[in-house]
């Protein structure tokens, strides 16, 4: 009942920034928290950022902070994830991720999208 899809991802260079972005479409009643992952291959997932409803809290990993900022806009139905000074170890498929409520049943569930490849090089 709800498709995400990420964009953004590329090849730059160690130093350089990119920015993702995720919309969301189908039978959504009402939006919680988002949240951006990322999985490097032979890994687990892990999570990278989140925010709540309003935008109001937000959160990140240690490894990432002060270089990624999360932000959300609800009309838009998009999640945006800013990435500064990027670093080999950030290489990885950044997925999205959001908790709604569906029209249909008004039950709470988490939806992902594809992901979006991103590398970065030394």
């Known amino acids: 009942q709800v498709q995400l899809v990420e964009s953004g991802g590329g090849l730059v260079q160690a130093g350089g920034s990119l920015r993702l972005s995720c919309v969301a479409s189908g039978s959504i009643f009402s939006f919680n928290n988002w949240g951006w992952y990322r999985q490097a291959p032979g890994k687990e997932r892990e999570g990278v950022s989140c925010?709540?409803?309003?935008?109001?809290?937000?959160n990140y990993a240690d490894s990432v902070k002060g270089r990624f900022t999360i932000s959300r806009d609800n009309a838009k139905k998009m999640v945006y994830l800013q990435m500064n000074n990027l670093k080999p170890e950030d290489s990885a498929i950044y997925y999205c991720?959001?908790?709604?409520?569906?029209?249909?049943?008004?039950?709470?569930?988490?939806?992902w999208g594809q992901g979006t490849q991103v590398t970065v090089s030394s």
């Open positions: 991720m959001v908790i709604v409520v569906v029209t249909t049943t008004r039950d709470s569930d988490d939806y």
């Open positions: 925010i709540s409803r309003f935008g109001g809290d937000t």
